[in-house]
């Protein structure tokens, strides 16, 4: 199996794999800086779950202390031609695409150039939704904070409606991003993929991230897979905010990097991207753009992503242990190996 950065003496402030009962969570003795455990232990453990869950191909990353601390990119980019996963591999971000997006909408309400809470239809009238003069409650906060009232995605072949009334409850909607990055676009009058490259790719340096195919992403781009089935990838050609997203775990470990540490700064952009909105259930809070809840390790920031099964993603960050983890696959097996990567961590039961 290959993996890059290989260097067996290098030992990296990082998590074990285990502890006996009764002593502090992994993450807190990272935090504290009491505990150096080799690379070694943390392959061990992705390798195991690889073979387990049967992933196709990993791009992960782990964070501590504002830097990468472990990186892996290993498996196949395509099993049907064998192609290798190396660290140019790129995988589709799906969802984890919106809170790029919501990061940079939040840039342009602090520069004056956008208003979260005016109507989007007096940005941009959105002729699927004009049948219904409920769209015009819709602001960018219900979007951010998904209370649209809109599905995720309409049914195929029909009309855009709505599912509830807008403002009223949660309603996970990749439709309300789209109708967002419509009147992003039109009320700046620049195009969507320029918005997200000036606002957040470019400050950051993610070389490696695209929101529309190029050379380079036709170049380095993974295949999708279903159940250890090719099904294939969205060629695109126009930025989606919603899901469109071209990228790899090291390159946006930059933008986790940079939430994480803008997490202790009052008035950042991430402190009002993480403006609690609504509960999605007991424990997990919908903000503008992140996800929220209270965990044995403190609170956790976090977002995940699913492109038809076959490209899966998820990120997350505690804010307390100044820690955290993001990976991309090009399978269906993330919501498990985020679980599993998540306990190894913090050593949650």
């Known amino acids: 199996m290959k993996t ?78 064998h192609e290798k996963v190396d660290k140019r591999t790129l995988f589709e971000a799906a969802s984890m695409t919106k809170p790029v997006f919501a990061y940079a909408v939040h840039k342009l309400a602090a520069e004056g150039r956008f208003d979260i809470d005016t109507p989007l239809f007096r940005y941009a009238p959105y002729e699927d939704l004009e049948y219904d003069d409920r769209y015009r409650m819709i602001t960018g ?6 209370t649209t009232g809109l599905p995720n995605w309409r049914p195929k072949g029909e009309k855009l409606a709505f599912n509830a009334e807008p403002g009223s409850r949660y309603i996970y909607s990749g439709e309300g991003y789209e109708f967002l990055g419509y009147a992003v676009s039109r ?32 170049e380095n781009m993974s295949t999708g897979h ?27 470990a930059k933008f986790v990097i940079e939430l994480m540490r803008e997490s202790r700064v009052p008035g950042s952009t991430f402190s009002r991207m993480a403006t609690p909105h609504t509960d999605i259930d007991d424990s997990v809070i919908s903000c503008l753009g992140i996800r929220s809840q209270q965990t044995t390790g403190g609170v956790k920031y976090f977002h995940s992503g699913n492109n038809g099964n076959r490209f899966q993603s998820h990120f997350a960050f505690y804010k307390d242990l100044d820690m955290g983890f993001v990976f991309f696959m090009n399978c269906n097996r993330g919501v498990e190996f985020a679980r599993r990567l998540n306990d190894f961590l913090l050593n949650e039961k």
């Open 141 to 146: 906060r219900m979007v951010l904070g998904h």
């Open 226 to 252: 279903t159940d250890n089935k090719v099904s294939g990838r969205k060629i695109l050609d126009r930025a989606y905010v919603a899901y469109g997203l071209r990228t790899e775990a090291r390159d946006y």
């Open 187 to 218: 009320h700046t009058g620049e195009d969507l993929n320029d918005i997200v490259r000036e606002e957040v790719l470019k400050p950051l340096g993610m070389k490696h991230s695209f929101m529309t195919d190029n050379d380079y992403v036709t």
């Open 4 to 81: 890059t950065g290989k260097t067996s003496s290098v030992l990296l402030i990082l998590l074990v794999t285990c502890l006996t009962a009764g002593r502090a969570s992994l993450a807190q003795e990272m935090h504290q800086g009491n505990l150096e455990v080799s690379k070694r232990a943390l392959d061990r453990f992705i390798m195991s779950e690889i073979d387990s869950l049967q992933i196709t191909g990993l791009s992960v990353a782990v964070i501590a202390k504002g830097r990468v601390v472990y990186y892996m990119c290993t498996g196949e980019k395509n099993i049907e031609t």
